[in-house]
């Protein structure tokens, strides 16, 4: 995209990052939630006009919201072509803004998020892969292309990963895996369901007979960055955004930005 809107975020680096800043930012986090609230009381199932931090353009917020305590980078979409939730639409924005989508860049999008990996085909070469694969040595690799074979080392600018690695079990491998096909200096940009909470990453699996029916999954916490450096990257940190007018709502919204 030829211009891009500045992704306002606060670097985070570590949990204790994160509790200096939840209380320097008591009295602006405790505004936000009570904004939160009101909005859920009075949007639920409703509209509310913004901006498309990705998209450039005035938009309409919609809301899926059933309750007064919503999810909302999961349960608010904008009303433009790509139709991203709130968490989505703030990785595309991320992406644009502070990595930059040049069409000499390759690119890979890792994961089955379709809807995330429409947003950002036409720009440059672009592989998306829904899985790792796991090769006779026993390490995994990522597809460099619908054809089977896998990706060369330094192969790719850009890797992009919505959720995916809360499915994979073997987690840490699958960081070691995408740090090999990154060029120096390439860019990881990630989401993970995160749980500021937490100090040490968990795998949740079902309590309920309808919960048993989906596959455990990670939720993970602040060992997610020493996991990324032991992997091989040079430098990670969280993003923590926030904006009522972009539509990003919630409480610790986090994405994930590492460099090989």
């Known amino acids: 995209m030829p211009n891009t809107l500045p992704f306002q975020s606060t670097k985070l680096y570590s949990q204790a990052d994160f509790e200096s800043y939840r209380e320097d ?14 909005s859920g009381t009075n949007l639920v199932g409703d509209t509310h006009s913004g901006s498309c931090g990705y998209c450039l353009v005035s938009t309409e917020f919609r809301s899926l919201i059933t309750d007064t305590s919503p999810d909302w980078p999961e349960q608010q979409f904008c009303a433009c072509s790509n139709r991203l939730s709130c968490k989505e639409r703030a990785l595309a924005h991320f992406i644009s803004s502070v990595v930059g989508l040049e069409t000499w860049k390759k690119t890979l999008f890792l994961g089955a998020a379709d809807r995330v990996a429409h947003a950002f085909r036409g720009n440059g070469d672009f592989i998306h892969a829904r899985a790792l694969v796991s090769c006779p040595d026993g390490l995994l690799a990522v597809p460099g292309s619908s054809t089977g074979e896998v990706a060369k080392e330094c192969d790719f600018h850009t890797v992009v990963s919505f959720d995916y690695l809360a499915d994979t079990p073997l987690w840490k491998d699958a960081l070691g895996a995408i740090r090999r096909v990154m060029m120096p200096g390439a860019s990881f940009v990630f989401t993970v369901p995160f749980s500021v909470s937490l100090s040490v990453s968990e795998l949740l699996t079902g309590t309920t007979a309808h919960d048993l029916l989906s596959p455990p999954r990670h939720v993970f916490g602040w060992d997610l960055i020493d996991a990324a450096k032991e992997a091989g990257f040079a430098d990670i940190c969280a993003h923590l955004f926030w904006s009522a007018e972009l539509g990003y709502l919630g409480s610790c919204n986090l994405l994930f930005h590492a460099s090989a």
């Not at 405790?30 to 009101?38: I, N, Q, S, T």
Request: charged share 50%; with cysteine; glycine share 0%.
């Open 25 to 38: 930012f008591r009295r602006e986090l405790d505004a936000r939630y009570l904004f939160e609230c009101e």
